[in-house]
């Protein structure tokens, strides 16, 4: 389906538990009934064709009965109606009004970043708690309609309650459960077992933190808090085209205060949607430019606001005024390349701790110098040296960040790779498990203003780039590049010594807990056993508890194997952190 239709969290819940038993014994078995019907839009309506029957949809967000119609004789209770709105997208209502601060979370606030949660809400918490518990239970792979509407009637109410980041994430664990029982290509059960322990870790600090900080109830919209920062240097712009049909572009600026901050163009459209906001116009405050020139001036302003994660605000007290052109030289930004690339490591490692949507805008950024060595395969190799040119030992593997074929992140990796030599800067976003691999944003010539070694190839980039290649957006040609050659250099690929990944049976076992179910999961006792030792005879002594653990979750009631399953999330992803940062130190040396 191309139409983004949605569906009411509690109007599915309700009609899902006034559907007849057969009806949904019926879709039970056939999850994927809907998927291949043909729809078609109208003036003012959707229209469904499902054999001599016709379904009717009269709004983009369907929130009652009167919403949608079908000729079918059991009409409203039938299997046609319940089959097609289950496949539509869940939509979660803003139970405040318009006029009220839904941006604020709800509770008494006791500290700037700390709040008391409500007794209406701690009940919507322990709702939720339930549905999940009920879910664990009964395994993914089993989850019914009757599951699945708990689940969003327990999303529903957190949100009625402003427990917006549990509704955001019940709603992503909705759309996985689906995903994995209609066998959708899109499902990722490994994901959906993450999404459903990152709620769990919301719910244990909503409900024993004292007091809890605000980031676990969330908000509703971006929050916009004054900022420091008077003046703001133009660092990179960046395409977005998601699979979910969104796209446009956002830019990047590094603030006197040495943090990121982001102005982005996103709205549904294809590819083109992305070259037109960097060409055309991204507003911050009174000012609008297209972001191939925010990118990469310099700005002054005052009474500037941001979101939590640096959005820049577009209020209109705002006052933004250019001065000039940015340039990677700056002392604000050369400074970035100056550390290294181990202590970058450390303060990207502490903010993935975060939840995601409140990460810093640029948090996964690393800032590189080195030397171009070559292609291998579709990838760049890099080798990184400090700021002043010496070797680092350490080879990087630069790869495409998005092969959209509008974007141009293949075809200037591959011109690159003809200039073996090439000294460059690079802005690059870091792999959190594979910290040798990173996907390249934007490139410099290192020391663009000193004389260099003629022989050596060079970057030579039209005055309007100022110095620098947006890799998505701008198009190098074989001019831009002196003393380059013909060909790509192709390194052949080293025989990688892959790492035997010790902890992929109790990953494995974990997510197959939860799509099984505790009540159905039959697991081998003796290979568990076999497993759990196997890993003490590795050093992984408290995996191998933990694995015990959760062979002994089968038989337990809800609240301890819930606790197991979020201890095993925990451990697998401070592991995965661990064995990423001795990867990069062993390759370094």
């Known amino acids: 389906m191309t139409v983004k239709l949605k569906v009411s969290s509690q109007f599915l819940s309700e009609l899902i538990e006034s559907a007849p038993n057969r009806v949904r014994r019926r879709l039970d078995r056939e999850p994927e009934a809907a998927k291949d019907w043909s729809l078609q839009q109208l003036e003012d309506r959707w229209r469904v064709q499902v054999g001599e029957e016709t379904i009717t949809l009269h709004h983009e967000v369907i929130t009652s009965l ?48 700390a709040i008391l949660v409500t007794a209406e809400q701690q009940v919507a918490v322990l709702e939720f708690h339930r549905a999940l518990a009920q879910l664990m239970q009964v395994g993914v792979s089993n989850a019914g309609v009757i599951i699945q509407s708990g689940l969003l009637r327990a999303i529903h109410r957190c949100r009625a309650e402003r427990l917006y980041r549990l509704a955001a994430i019940g709603l992503q664990i909705a759309s996985g459960i689906h995903q994995f029982r209609s066998r959708s290509a899109e499902s990722n059960p490994e994901r959906l077992a993450d999404d459903y322990s990152h709620a769990l870790e919301v719910i244990h600090h909503l409900l024993h933190d004292d007091p809890p900080s605000s980031m676990w109830m969330g908000t509703s919209r971006r929050t916009q808090f004054p900022i420091r920062p008077r003046k703001l240097h133009g660092l990179l712009a960046e395409p977005i085209i998601t699979d979910s049909g969104y796209a446009g572009a956002v830019a990047y600026f590094l603030g006197e205060d040495d943090a990121i901050y982001s102005a982005a163009d996103v709205r549904p459209g294809d590819a083109q949607l992305a070259r037109s906001a960097y060409s055309g116009g991204i507003e911050i405050g009174p000012l609008i430019q297209p972001a191939r020139r925010l990118a990469r001036n310099r700005f002054i302003g005052s009474d500037m606001s941001a979101s939590e994660n640096g959005r820049l605000g577009r209020g209109k007290s705002i006052k933004l005024a250019q001065q000039g052109t940015s340039s990677w030289d700056d002392p604000e930004i050369k400074t970035r390349f100056e550390r290294s690339l181990e202590v970058q490591m450390s303060g990207i490692y502490s903010l993935a701790e975060l939840p995601e949507d409140v990460r810093p805008a640029g948090w996964d950024f690393a800032f590189l110098t080195g030397v171009v060595l070559g292609a291998s395969g579709p990838d760049l190799l890099f080798k990184s040296t400090d700021n002043e040119g010496n070797d680092c030992h350490q080879e990087i593997r630069l790869v495409i960040q998005n092969e959209n074929e509008a974007l141009q992140f293949r075809e200037n990796l591959r011109m690159l790779s003809c200039a073996p030599g090439l000294k460059l800067r690079v802005i690059a976003r870091f792999n959190l498990f594979e910290p040798t691999i990173m996907s390249p944003l934007a490139i410099s010539a290192l020391n663009v203003n000193d004389s260099q070694d003629q022989e050596e190839p060079q970057l030579n ?93 089968v038989s337990e009631k809800e609240t301890n194997s819930l606790q197991n399953f979020l201890a095993i999330s925990l451990y697998l992803r401070a592991c995965r952190f661990a064995l990423a940062k001795s990867k990069l130190e062993t390759t370094s040396h």
């Open 66 to 113: 009167d919403h949608v119609h079908c000729t079918c004789l059991l009409a409203p209770n039938c299997f046609h109606i319940l089959a097609m709105l289950t496949q539509l997208e869940v939509s979660i209502e803003d139970a405040t009004s318009e006029n009220e601060a839904t941006d604020v979370p709800v509770g008494k606030v006791i500290e700037d970043d």
């Open 461 to 553: 980039l039209p005055d309007s780039w100022d110095h620098r290649v947006f890799l998505g957006f701008d198009e190098l040609q074989p001019n831009h590049l002196l003393k380059s050659q013909a060909r790509p250099n192709l390194i052949p690929k080293h025989i990688e010594v892959h790492r035997n990944d010790e902890l992929a049976a109790l990953r494995r076992r974990w997510t197959a807990l939860l799509l099984a179910g505790t009540v159905t999961n039959s697991t081998n006792k003796t290979l568990v056993v076999t497993e759990a030792r196997r890993l003490e005879r590795a050093g992984f002594s408290t995996a191998a508890s933990l694995l015990m653990n959760l062979q002994s979750m």
